[in-house]
């Protein structure tokens, strides 16, 4: 069963719409929480590549980079799910998980399946809504992982095309 169907949603997947980098966030989050979600890349095994800067280096603590200076580069978490869909994690600041994906990879019902069931896995484990936004308009989800009906919903009308 599908949490979403394609021809529902595309609209939202259009990035002459939405931008091609739509922005992913997971709300009133702590360290323990960011850490819960490296634990997660590492249990299921996806592929993943840390970096700071141009140096790739193994995957730390969650406390470690997000103690680390306030002039220091922002790290980011490169995850893959799947070999064509690619997450990139930035760790701004604790209280958010924020992250992008690229639209243009996630077109037809088979990617939007692999898109929804990365959102629930993090939001299962974490509990916590798990939620879409155009590019550059936070606060405005389209979609997103709602922990009380344990899959992606709709948050916004789709547009018509």
């Given at each position: 069963?599908?949490?979403?169907?394609?021809?529902?949603?595309?609209?939202?997947?259009?990035?002459?719409?939405?931008?091609?980098?739509?922005?992913v966030r997971v709300p009133d989050c702590s360290v323990a929480d960011w850490?819960?979600?490296?634990?997660?890349?590492?249990?299921?095994?996806?592929?993943?590549?840390?970096?700071?800067?141009?140096?790739?280096?193994?995957?730390?603590?969650?406390?470690?980079?997000?103690?680390?200076?306030?002039?220091?580069?922002?790290?980011?978490?490169?995850?893959?799910?799947?070999?064509?869909?690619?997450?990139?994690?930035?760790?701004?600041?604790?209280?958010?998980?924020?992250?992008?994906?690229?639209?243009?990879?996630?077109?037809?019902?088979?990617?939007?399946?692999?898109?929804?069931?990365?959102?629930?896995?993090?939001?299962?484990?974490?509990?916590?809504?798990?939620?879409?936004?155009?590019?550059?308009?936070?606060?405005?989800?389209?979609?997103?992982?709602?922990?009380?009906?344990?899959?992606?919903?709709?948050?916004?009308?789709?547009?018509?095309?």
């Open positions: 069963m599908h949490d979403l169907l394609w021809d529902d949603v595309k609209c939202f997947f259009d990035p002459d719409l939405m931008g091609s980098l739509p922005d850490q819960t979600l490296l634990d997660l890349v590492e249990a299921k095994g996806w592929t993943r590549r840390y970096s700071e800067g141009e140096t790739v280096l193994p995957v730390p603590r969650a406390e470690s980079v997000l103690s680390r200076a306030v002039d220091a580069e922002c790290p980011e978490l490169r995850v893959w799910p799947t070999a064509d869909v690619l997450a990139i994690f930035r760790f701004y600041h604790d209280e958010v998980i924020d992250f992008d994906v690229d639209l243009r990879e996630l077109q037809g019902q088979e990617r939007l399946d692999v898109f929804c069931g990365f959102l629930r896995e993090i939001g299962r484990l974490l509990g916590k809504p798990v939620l879409m936004d155009p590019e550059g308009d936070h606060g405005h989800p389209v979609l997103g992982f709602d922990p009380e009906a344990d899959r992606v919903v709709l948050l916004a009308e789709p547009l018509i095309m």
